[in-house]
């Protein structure tokens, strides 16, 4: 079994080595955490945003992005689609204020809210992709930026002792998933 990091053989220095592992790990998260999501969660969250205020479009995408911690931003061309037909539903109006459509549920749209509002992509949940994946990932990738900022300035003896703490936390990672 291959980790799918390239041989750090052809580096001269180890923190080359480290730090191209670090963008492999990064290009590898993003792929898995990634910036689309699908219609119907495009229509839970604007249908859970707006159960709690009323808001233009910009702001549904603003409060997307960081009720999900920037790892979903839809696009205008998602979420506005998704206000019109909500709209041609009945289930929002929209009044214009300040030179902007500003968009508030109907009393309609209330028991989809609430329903939209348990199942939004920011919603807590028990399934590890939920925000177990990302924080995952993070600390993943935050632990090899230090170990390649050890490798690329640290004297000898602290890159002994990272590799040292490493290693012990790689057999504890493993001995973790071996339980059962």
């Known amino acids: 079994m291959t980790s799918g990091f390239r041989s750090a053989g052809r580096h001269s220095n180890p923190g080359e080595a480290v730090w191209e592992a670090v ?12 910036t ?3 219609r119907g969660d495009v229509r839970a969250a604007v249908l859970a945003l707006l159960s709690e205020d009323p808001m233009h479009g910009y702001q549904i995408i603003r409060e997307i992005e960081e009720r999900t911690d920037g790892r ?3 696009s205008a061309g998602s979420v506005y689609p998704t206000l019109q037909l909500l709209a041609d539903e009945g ?3 929209a009044e214009t204020v300040q030179d902007r459509k ?22 807590a949940s028990d399934e590890p ?9 993070k600390a993943g990738f935050d632990l090899a930026q230090a170990a390649g900022q050890v490798a690329t300035s640290g004297t000898k003896e602290q890159q002994r002792r990272v590799t040292e703490v490493l290693n012990e936390s790689r ?9 059962d």
């Open 23 to 34: 963008q492999q790990m990064r290009a590898g998260v993003e792929k898995k955490v990634g």
């Open 72 to 74: 979903w931003k839809p």
């Open 171 to 179: 057999r504890k990672i493993y001995s973790i998933l071996a339980e």
């Open 91 to 93: 289930l929002v109006t």
């Open 102 to 123: 500003v968009y508030t549920l109907t009393p309609e749209a209330t028991e989809q809210a609430a329903a939209a509002a348990a199942s939004a992509p920011w919603a």
């Open 129 to 137: 992709e939920a925000g177990q994946f990302s924080a995952l990932s």
């Open 36 to 38: 689309r999501m699908g």
